[in-house]
């Protein structure tokens, strides 16, 4: 519901600040006052076309927002989009904002944060409604029909179910195409799997493998120094030099003799013929592994070329199917895990096809009977639209639902039918309409604009509240070509459908106006050679006076006319509330 609204240079108006309640709210005035501007700027705020040439003279740019309650079903999905956005404040609120720059810069907001015309239009859209001289016509949008037809045929659990069948077809069908078109390529797949597995089981990778032969590799390319390093280490230790100056561990077996003997002399030095002891066999172990280490070193050219090899084996598979030896056994794992997928997909093919015929067999069963349901509904949806039809003045006027469907191949099963669908069933949903007595019915979304089209609106509205889920209704102009008499039922069914909706109404009908909750009066006047619009709220016997000039002229029998409508219309409001 649409509480507050600001308007600040735009058009006519240099600055606006109203506060709306529930309910039917009326806006009178004499024509070119400005009531159509401020239904411009609030479609505008919705977000429609936004032009600089509507920016106020002299001022650098014009101003909309408007702040709105959430609290119906339309509430709750503006709220999810606000959350999706990151937009979400307040639970039960929003701030919608639209600036229109001199320079052409357009610039929308919601709840003070920029965002972009797609976004505003997406939330405005689900809470206000115009009807008139609009784009914002939800009636008028033919994807809009089925859903208002379920509402009102309260469907929605069989509609529901549909969908829930819907989606598991969507997957089987996913899955599908992807198994078929792996089939397709199935011939080319395979064998170019079975080369890597193949090739890479061949290489018989072992983890680690790698390090150890670029080890081996060094080894080999270095033997001669190897060993003569290892030559050199164990003459030292153990063979003494070629003149004959005794080794390392001769020296240490003379160095332990030594201690030994001093330690017979001197207690205290016990240790360290131990030591030097243990010094002579660590010397001999160590010469001992020398020897057999240089009896392992070897130059093997043939043995250094099988290792390059190895390693230019190894390294090419990485370049091709991972950065290490356990990423190349990982691609090989999962290739073979493709190889059995595809060498099954016959098998789950067949699994999936008859899966997609009982789905389609289902779709067809319960798209049969939403459909039968809605056909009962859309005969007394029309009869009840030509009855409010016929309230305003447009008793010749007919309605219809063209419902009808569509022959598919891939289709749900309908008997020996096979029939299109989509998320909410088999089928496509159109409202008709032949306004006038003699023509033919034709689809809603043609009709033209004005009028005609505002009442047919109201008809529509009035039957299908409960099923809509906009909570703020605009009418512009809703009473053009009708009379007093007819204005005071347009008056009562505007004030009726005000109970499940917040509706404003611009209006020239005194017998309409009289059945508002909140009436505003819209002015032009010249202040400081520039025209102004202003906006006054008129409270209890202020709408006399209003509702007089209406009537004629300020009279005093006007002014007691103005009293019978607003008495007449309070008793009839009286009688509504107490028949509902």
């Known amino acids: 519901m649409l509480t507050e609204l600001h308007i600040q240079d735009f058009a006519i108006i240099d600055r606006l600040d109203l506060k709306f309640g529930a309910g039917f709210i009326v806006f009178t005035g004499e024509t070119g006052a400005g009531k159509s501007i401020i239904i411009d700027a609030v479609e505008m705020l919705l977000g429609g076309r936004g032009e600089s040439t509507l920016i106020r003279t002299d001022a650098a740019a014009a101003v909309i927002e408007g702040t709105f309650r959430l609290e119906t079903q339309a509430g709750s999905v503006a709220r999810e989009i606000l959350e999706r956005e990151g937009l979400l404040d307040e639970p039960g609120a929003v701030v919608l904002g639209r600036e229109i720059r001199r320079e052409g810069r357009n610039i929308c907001r919601i709840n003070g944060r920029t965002v972009g015309l797609a976004v505003l239009r997406e939330v405005g859209e689900l809470l206000v409604d115009v009807h008139g001289q609009s784009e914002h016509l939800s009636l008028l949008r033919v994807r809009e029909h089925l859903w208002l037809l379920d509402r009102f045929a309260q469907v929605e659990g069989e509609r529901a179910e549909f969908g829930v069948l819907y989606g598991r077809l969507s997957g089987v069908r996913r899955e599908l195409d992807d198994l078929r078109q792996r089939e397709r390529d199935a011939a080319r797949q395979v064998e170019m799997l079975n080369f890597q597995v193949n ?11 790698l390090s150890e032969l670029v080890e081996e590799r060094t080894r080999l390319g270095n ?51 131990a030591e030097a002891q243990a010094l002579l066999e660590q010397a001999g172990d160590l010469s001992r592994r020398l020897r057999l280490y240089r009896e392992s070193v070897e130059f093997n050219p043939r043995r250094l070329d099988e290792v390059e090899e190895r390693i230019g084996l190894i390294r090419s598979l990485e370049r091709k199917y991972g950065g290490s030896v356990e990423a190349v056994m990982a691609h090989a794992e999962k290739a073979r895990q493709e190889l059995e997928t595809i060498t099954h997909a016959e098998e789950r093919i067949r699994v999936l096809e008859s899966d997609e015929a009982t789905v389609l067999s289902a779709l067809g069963v319960i798209g049969s009977r939403l459909s039968q349901a809605r056909r009962k509904a859309g005969e007394r949806l029309g009869k009840a ?25 891939a289709g749900a099963a309908v008997d020996d039918r096979r029939v299109a669908f989509g998320p909410g069933g088999l089928d496509r949903v159109e409202f008709l309409v032949a306004p006038n007595p003699g023509e033919g019915l034709k689809p809603l979304a043609k009709i033209a604009s004005g009028g005609e089209t505002s009442r047919l609106m109201l008809g529509l509205k009035g039957v299908l509240a409960r099923a809509d889920r906009t909570p703020t209704l605009i009418f512009d102009e809703i009473d053009q070509g009708i009379g007093g008499r007819v204005g005071g039922v347009v008056g009562e069914k505007l004030w009726l459908l005000a109970r499940n909706h917040q509706v404003l109404c611009i209006t020239h009908l005194p017998q309409l106006a009289s059945f508002g909750d909140q ?34 002229t300020a009279s005093e029998a006007t002014m007691e006319s103005a009293v019978d409508l607003l008495l007449q219309a309070a008793e009839r409001k009286k009688q509504g509330r107490q028949a509902h």
């Not at 089981?201 to 983890?207: I, V």
């Not at 639209?385 to 598919?408: K, P």
């Open 385 to 409: 639209i030509e009855a409010e039809l016929a309230d305003l003045r447009m008793s010749g006027a007919r309605f219809g639902i063209d419902l009808r469907w569509e022959d598919d191949p």
């Open 519 to 552: 009436h505003f009066k819209v002015e032009k006047e010249i202040r400081k050679g520039r025209t102004v619009t202003t906006v006054r709220d008129l409270a209890d016997e202020a709408r006399v006076p209003e509702l007089a000039l209406m009537l004629g």
């Open 223 to 273: 033997a001669e120094q190897l060993a003569a390093l290892t030559d050199q280490a164990v003459a030292a230790l153990d063979e003494g030099r070629e003149t004959g100056e005794p080794s390392a561990s001769d020296l240490l077996g003379q160095a332990a003799a030594a201690l030994q003997s001093l330690a017979k002399i001197d207690v205290s030095r016990d240790t360290d013929g």
């Open 199 to 209: 090739e890479i089981e061949s290489a018989a990778l072992k983890p680690g493998e």
